[in-house]
């Protein structure tokens, strides 16, 4: 399993070719098949995002003009 609930995620294309995502936006679910084979399934619970979102463009834009970032790496393990 991949050990991710309750987090909104932005994920680079490398990470959803290696396990074969398929991205479903109007049913709001995300299906991937570990290196297992095993098939998994996100669904989206509809709920409104508690934090804004901005895209990449306008997050760099606001870097270069001196506003803090902060990078968030989430890993996946087997403990």
């Given at each position: 399993?991949?050990?991710?609930?309750?987090?909104?995620?932005?994920?680079?294309?490398?990470?959803?070719?290696?396990?074969r995502a398929t991205?479903?936006?109007?049913?709001?679910?995300?299906?991937?098949?570990?290196?297992?084979?095993?098939?998994?399934?996100?669904?989206?619970s509809g709920s409104i995002p508690t934090i804004p979102l901005i895209s990449a463009?306008?997050?760099c834009k606001l870097v270069r003009k001196g506003c803090p970032a902060y990078l968030c790496v989430v890993e996946a393990s087997d403990t």
């Open positions: 399993m991949f050990g991710i609930r309750g987090h909104d995620v932005i994920l680079g294309m490398d990470w959803l070719t290696k396990y991205i479903d936006c109007q049913q709001k679910t995300l299906a991937l098949i570990t290196s297992e084979g095993e098939s998994i399934l996100y669904r989206g463009t306008k997050a």
